[in-house]
């Protein structure tokens, strides 16, 4: 019985692990309850898990939490939507034509290495500091990573089923439509789970660029009134969003490639 918790890559029926992640989860918070009523960690650093709690209500009626939720939600799904809509071009053409790839293929897999946080001036100067320069700036952030993504997929395509489609007269733009695209989007769906995480890491950064609205709004007003239990209780937030995106995109994958779960 025991011993099924420690196999190698082994998997847990979904009642057992849903209790299973309850239980780390309260492990979690009375170590953290611990840490605050022993003393051993100062409330300046770490704020009781009660304190943090009381602070939503102060960032609901005051700071106005529900709506600067909605903005960076909505800055994130318009800057991951225009980056996978121009990752997929940029990468198919790269992936697929040999001329694009030998022309631009390193160029787009060394901007991996920009670091993009240093980039930010350059935006302002190009987009202002309005909505449009928080979208393109968290493009950005998405798609230096998705591009060689996608031309790493179009790699991974197995040989055979191109040779098999050029013997039955497949037509190259056939191929693409029924071999390429399918196959590569089905892989990439995980791809884009992963990656659009990061667009909350960059959201946070470029609405602290004339702050007005969003949840790095929230956490740059906290931290000017040094309030660590405000600033946690946005972390919070974050993370629960991140979890029903990455639940949400789970639900997308299941529906559009169901073969990859028989």
Known sequence: MIAKFFNL???????TL?????????????????????GLVKPQLLPPPWKV???Y???????ALVRNIGYSIYLNIAGY???????????????LFP??????????????????????????CWFGIGDNFKIQFLSLGILVYLIPVVIQRIDDVEQVFEQTAI????????????IY??????????????LTAISWTYVIYCEMVNARAGVGYLIYLAQRQSRVDKTFAVLFVIIVIGFFQDQFFKFLDRKFFPYKYL
């Open 167 to 178: 013997t039955l007269g497949a037509t190259p733009l056939q191929r693409i439509l029924h």
């Open 181 to 194: 695209i399918p196959s590569v989007l089905s892989k990439l769906s995980d791809d884009i789970r992963v």
């Open 99 to 124: 001329l694009f790839r030998g022309l631009f293929g390193q160029f787009f897999s060394a901007a991996r290495f920009i670091p993009l946080t240093g980039t930010l001036g350059l935006f302002i």
């Open 81 to 95: 939507l225009e980056a996978i809509g121009v990752s997929l071009i940029i990468g198919f053409s790269l992936g």
């Open 57 to 63: 209500q102060e960032l609901h009626f005051k700071d």
């Open 53 to 55: 709690l009381a602070a």
């Open 9 to 15: 890559r082994g998997t847990l029926d979904k009642r």
């Open 18 to 38: 849903t209790i299973i992640s309850i239980l780390g989860f309260a492990i979690l918070l009375m170590l953290w309850a611990a840490l605050s009523v022993l």
